[in-house]
């Protein structure tokens, strides 16, 4: 299994950034599927989480600001981030808890996307 994630970038406070992140391989479901991020000097903290029945939490720095969905069909998870401020500045890591078609579960990581807001 591996996943793929986009949409990072450069981005002036106040502006909008979509982050995806696919996954692909031996799937047979996707489960809680979340997104993290870690600023330098900082320990990696949860945005957003979504379990497969939709029940989503987030974390109290964006809430109001960021959505996050999930396509089932594609194994995709995505984080729309609207908003954005100096502090959302890190490397986002993109999380998969995924049932493999032999029936093993694991978690999965992604390699990281950075996001760097300019004030």
């Known amino acids: 299994v591996q996943l793929a994630e986009s949409g990072g970038g450069l981005v002036q406070a106040g502006g909008s950034l979509r982050l995806s992140c696919a996954a692909s391989g031996d799937i047979y479901s996707t489960l809680n599927l979340g997104w993290y991020r870690q600023a330098p000097g900082k320990q990696r903290s949860l945005v957003a989480r979504?379990?497969?029945?939709?029940?989503?939490e987030y974390g109290d720095s964006v809430k109001g600001r960021f959505t996050i969905s999930r396509d089932d069909s594609n194994h995709t998870v995505y984080l729309h981030m609207d908003s954005l401020k100096d502090e959302d500045t890190a490397d986002y890591y993109c999380?998969?808890?995924?049932?493999?078609?032999?029936?093993?579960?694991?978690?999965?990581w992604g390699l990281g996307i950075q996001v760097t807001v300019s004030s």
């Open positions: 999380n998969q808890g995924i049932l493999t078609n032999s029936g093993v579960f694991a978690e999965y």
């Open positions: 979504i379990t497969r029945k939709g029940t989503i």
